[in-house]
T-cell receptor, first 113, second 115 residues
């Protein structure tokens, strides 16, 4: 039951370039989406979120884009830094209930100096 | 900056034993969650808790599991009789008043190893 899919298990980019992480979802009831970053032996750290009423949200170097018709979202990191190297999880929820998060499997980003 | 804390960081137990995992959510948060991540798999939802009661639980959260908020600061997950397949990282999360935000903030996790 893969309601949230991150099809790329890994991504490698050069420092200073753009990192684009992708996420697809199948449940049309999802209306709130979040990105988390996770280092080994730590909990997920919240990065950025977007409501389904928007198609873009920006916070510093991080921008999330939402394409509802395609049920697709992406996280852009510009410019990428070596400290961004981590596993990035996409998560989705339905507002108005318990708002439990449904996670993707994650994409391991490596930013090379 | 406020953060969610969890203890212990690592718990080793024998099959059939009871374990209690402890969490201190962010102090003004109202919604509390437990998730787990089996090695190599997704982070998966276990249970949500609001206003001193469970608001939703997953099919994983069977009768062996229970949660409690015994005082104003702690939030605990109890597994009554652990199984080998309960070995995982267990994450506690909390979130604020819905009028403020929907983001959930996670603790560092407890690694549970059942032998």
């Amino acid at each position: 039951d893969q309601q949230v899919k991150q099809n790329s298990p890994s991504l490698s980019v050069q420092e200073g370039r753009i990192s684009i992480l992708n996420c697809d979802y199948t449940n049309s009831m999802f209306d709130y989406f979040l990105w988390y970053k996770k280092y080994p032996a730590e909990g997920p750290t919240f990065l950025i979120s977007i409501s389904s009423i928007k198609d873009k949200n920006e916070d510093g170097r991080f921008t999330v884009f939402l394409n509802k018709s395609a049920k697709h979202l992406s996280l852009h990191i510009v410019p990428s830094q070596p400290g961004d190297s981590a596993v990035y999880f996409c998560a989705a929820s339905v507002q108005g209930g318990s708002e439990k998060l449904v996670f993707g499997k994650g994409t391991k980003l490596t930013v090379n100096p | 900056e406020p953060e969610v804390t969890q203890t212990p960081s690592h718990q080793v137990t024998q099959m059939g034993q009871e374990v209690i995992l402890r969490c201190v959510p962010i102090s003004n948060h109202l919604y509390f969650y437990w998730y787990r991540q089996i090695l190599g798999q997704k982070v998966e939802f276990l249970v949500s808790f609001y206003n001193n009661e469970i608001s939703e639980k997953s099919e994983i959260f069977d009768d062996q599991f229970s949660v409690e908020r015994p005082d104003g600061s702690n939030f605990t997950l109890k597994i009554r009789s652990t199984k080998l397949e309960d070995s995982a990282m267990y994450f506690c999360a909390s979130s604020s008043d819905r009028a403020i935000s929907y983001e959930q903030y996670f603790g560092p996790g407890t690694r549970l190893t059942v032998t």
